[in-house]
T-cell receptor, first 114, second 114 residues
Framework: EPEVTQTPSHQVTQMGQEVILRCVPI?????FYWYRQILGQKVEFLVS????????KSEIFDDQFSVERPDGSNFTLKIRSTKLEDSAMYFC????????????FGQGTRLTVV | RKEVEQDPGPFNVPEGATVAFNCTYS??????FFWYRQDCRKEPKLLMS???SGNEDGRFTAQLNRASQYISLLIRDSKLSDSATYLC???????????????FGAGTRLAVHP
């Protein structure tokens, strides 16, 4: 069964450092998303991406965040200067279309900022 | 008002019990609806989509009331393996098109005990 894959599974970084989280969505999917989940809290929408551009972003997705699809298969989330409060599980998701189809989630990257 | 609200739980039930979860949503641009299941420290996985006519999948029944902006999930004959957090998820897709995003409720924890 096709799946969304994310790397690394766990990343520890020092405050102020840049991190790049990587995702390989399902190959025929057109819509891509990043979500985050702080430990013990809800899954929060960060950004959606379609046709090689951001289609929507949340208030959380400020200038420190950026997304890219550099080569047609990888979908990356960059955090330029990490803060302690960026520590969370980051989930990538992809969907075939924007309507009624389900979103498939990767297994997540646990980011720990120290 | 939160976009998607759920009973926080936890629900502690014995094996074999029937349990019902409720969810309300506030955005009238909500187009499609899902129940996801999330095990501890894992990614969300689709349990079932929710259709206007109501739908059933084995022991699970989902209902949608668009007029009341209310979604429910009924689990019959609970199993130990049903223990998880159940996430109510709403797809926001404005009629004007463009962006779309899945918005998650905070989740309802279910613990099934012997």
């Amino acid at each position: 069964e096709p799946e969304v894959t994310q790397t690394p599974s766990h990343q520890v970084t020092q405050m102020g450092q840049e991190v790049i989280l990587r995702c390989v969505p399902i190959s025929n999917h057109l819509y891509f998303y990043w979500y985050r989940q702080i430990l013990g809290q809800k899954v929060e929408f960060l950004v959606s991406f379609y046709n090689n551009e951001i289609s929507e972003k949340s208030e959380i997705f400020d200038d420190q965040f950026s997304v890219e699809r550099p080569d047609g298969s990888n979908f990356t989330l960059k955090i330029r200067s990490t803060k302690l409060e960026d520590s969370a599980m980051y989930f990538c998701a992809s969907r075939e279309d924007a309507g009624s189809t389900e979103a498939f989630f990767g297994q997540g990257t646990r980011l720990t900022v120290v | 008002r939160k976009e998607v609200e759920q009973d926080p739980g936890p629900f502690n039930v014995p094996e074999g019990a029937t349990v019902a979860f409720n969810c309300t949503y506030s955005n009238s641009a909500s187009q499609s609806f899902f129940w996801y299941r999330q095990d501890c420290r894992k990614e969300p996985k689709l349990l079932m989509s929710v259709y206007s006519s109501g739908n059933e999948d084995g022991r699970f029944t989902a209902q949608l009331n668009r007029a009341s902006q209310y979604i429910s999930l009924l689990i019959r004959d609970s199993k130990l393996s049903d223990s998880a957090t159940y996430l109510c998820v709403v797809n926001i897709l404005p009629f004007s098109g463009g962006y779309n995003k899945l918005i998650f409720g905070a989740g309802t924890r279910l613990a099934v005990h012997p």
